[in-house]
């Protein structure tokens, strides 16, 4: 699968990449910054719970203990006491009521009990809440003459009493007169007076299935009286979700058992409310630090981008061939020690290039002179061979006339040559045209030296074919396939030069008897220098070859169809400008 980042432009990469950088790093510190917050929060509120609850101790505790001093002061009075040890139900009840109304809290309950738990006398507007039986006195005797505190239950209604036992001293042992129970009443007045205490925080007194008292709405306090004294509670879990942290405190009767919890209940409510504008803050804050940050980016990665532009413009000129341009040098850090470098690399490719132009120059006179050379040696063998004829002896004047006509052949081919040579050095080349193919086989037939020899020439060449190119090259490419093919049947033998038009060309076979071309030397007989002569320099071919590839068609070697000598295919490619053959 391809990197759909790998087709962006390097500007577009860079940008996106600090984007996405910038977002995770602010992303990973806001969530840090958040979790930092809830903590904190979190910190602060159980704290404010913790707060609470020592208020709420240290307030109930002000107010027991008033209750249990008071009851304990009665107890030990004597004229009480006399009060009591009279078993008059009226007196014990004026004594009682004289006392409490001096010492007690109007708010409380007031109860005297006597031995068997019988009501005597009920002090406090809400002592007709507490019924007697709801007192576990028997239960609670045998902790006598110790007293006894604790939460009773009656009902939906919740108490806390004082359960304080009066004496009489006797000879042998003490004995039960009364039993005085002090006590308040938990209604939502008392959860009100605890709020005060803790203004962020709610008190609720709850039972198994009863709300005794509770600054909650109802709808909350039924919520929450779902988990007391069970947290796994489905309700508890709903609870949490609404955003409340619950702090539980059990409510124990005289005897120690709990009949009751309070519920200390604080809100997140103002907590999530700056949590949320804490995220409404980091959001901003990260847009505006991405935007920067993208204009930052972008302003950086064009000031980096535009010295690698100007060398990618260098390095397309370069491309180009244009070696002389050179990147402007600023400063130096990385790019510009770059830019140096590139600059030196330009001028060495400038220098290699105007070393390698002298050496292909130099190469070029050498294969000109090493073609010159090859073609020179036919015509100078011939005229070297009839000079030699008309000065060994008289000759008759037929045979001085064709020596004569060879002759002069040959000074015209050598020349032609010369003059291929001039129009080379001046930069000119021989103008190309289209001519007869069978003409210029014709004129490469009569130029090679063939008398003297057994060797027969068959041409079956089409009149109408033309074709494209040079003819003096042309002419010369026919020449050495032939010189080559008579030298190489000093015996004798059959030369036969054929062609075959396609719809692409024109294939003109070469084709000889002699020993032939092993087929492993094909293609090396093309290479430079390679010969199987014991004189001459090998370049016949090469140069041949080169001559068909300049002209856009090629020259290969090919098995005989007659299944000995040798064979050569000289192919002539059809161009835009070729004319149609006449038929």
Not at 36 to 58: K, P
Not at 386 to 396: K, M, T
Not at 435 to 462: F, K, N
Request: glycine share 6%; hydrophobic share 40%; charged share 20%.
């Amino acid at each position: 699968m391809k990197n759909p980042f790998a087709r962006m432009p390097l500007g577009w990469r860079i940008f996106v990449a600090t984007s996405i950088t910038v977002t995770i790093l602010f992303a990973a510190a806001g969530w840090g910054l958040q979790q930092y917050a809830i903590s904190v929060a979190d910190d602060n509120v159980r704290a404010e719970i913790q707060a609470s609850i020592q208020a709420y101790e240290a307030v109930w505790k002000a107010r027991t203990e008033v209750l249990s001093k008071t009851s304990a002061l009665m107890a030990g009075m004597s004229d009480v006491r006399s009060a009591f040890s009279t078993r008059d139900p009226k007196t014990i009840r004026d004594s009682a009521q004289e006392l409490w109304s001096r010492v007690s809290d109007s708010s409380a309950i007031f109860l005297v009990l006597d031995a068997e738990g019988h009501l005597i006398s009920s002090l406090g507007k809400d002592s007709n809440d507490l019924p007697v039986s709801a007192i576990p006195l028997r239960q609670a005797e045998w902790q006598f003459p110790r007293q006894l505190a604790g939460y009773i239950r009656n009902n939906d209604k919740l108490f806390y009493v004082v359960l304080t036992p009066v004496y009489v001293q006797t000879s042998t042992d003490p004995i039960l007169l009364d039993v005085l129970c002090a006590g308040l009443r938990i209604d939502r007045l008392v959860a009100s007076q605890l709020k005060q205490l803790g203004p962020r925080s709610d008190f609720a007194f709850l039972g198994h299935d009863a709300i005794f008292a509770s600054t909650l709405d109802n709808a909350t306090a039924r919520l929450l009286s779902q988990t007391a004294f069970s947290p796994q509670m489905p309700g508890a879990e709903r609870f949490r979700q609404k955003g409340f942290i619950v702090s539980q405190q059990p409510l124990k009767d005289i005897l120690g058992q709990p009949v009751a919890e309070l519920c200390i209940v604080r809100s997140y409510a103002n907590e999530l409310q700056s949590l949320s504008r804490l995220r409404r803050s980091l959001g901003l804050a990260w847009i505006l630090t991405v935007a920067i940050a993208l204009l930052v980016s972008s302003y950086a990665t064009t000031q980096l981008l535009r010295p690698i532009k100007l060398l990618d413009r260098a390095a397309a000129e370069v491309a180009s061939g244009n070696y002389l341009y050179r990147v402007p040098v600023k400063g130096s850090n990385e790019l510009s020690r770059l830019a140096t470098t590139f600059n030196q690399m330009c001028q060495s490719i400038e220098q290699a290039q105007d070393d390698l132009i002298r050496h292909e120059q130099i190469h070029t006179i050498g294969r000109l002179g090493s073609s010159l050379v090859h073609d020179l040696r036919n015509p100078l063998a011939a005229i070297y061979g009839g000079a030699e004829l008309l000065v060994d002896g008289q000759l008759p004047p037929e045979h001085t006339r064709r020596i004569a006509a060879n002759i002069h052949r040959a000074c015209e081919r050598v020349q032609e040559l010369l003059r291929d040579l001039v129009n080379v050095s001046r930069g000119q080349g021989q103008d190309l045209d289209f001519y007869c193919l069978r003409e210029m086989v014709e004129a490469a037939v009569e130029s090679v030296d063939s008398e003297g020899t057994q060797v027969r020439l068959s041409i079956e060449i089409d009149e109408t074919l033309e074709v494209f190119g040079e003819r003096t090259r042309i002419e010369r490419v026919f020449t050495n396939l032939l010189s080559n093919a008579v030298e190489a049947m000093p015996g004798g033998g059959e030369i036969s030069i054929q062609s075959c038009q396609t719809e692409t060309g024109i294939n003109v076979f070469v084709e000889d008897t002699g020993p032939g071309i092993p087929p492993d030397m094909h293609m090396d007989v093309f290479r430079p220098f390679v010969t199987g002569k014991r004189s001459g320099l090998g370049l016949g071919l090469a140069l041949s070859r080169q001559t068909m590839m300049d002209t856009g068609g090629r020259l290969i070697s090919m098995t005989p169809r007659r299944g000995s000598g040798a064979c050569f295919c000289v192919y002539f490619a059809k161009t835009r400008s070729t004319k149609p053959s006449l038929v």
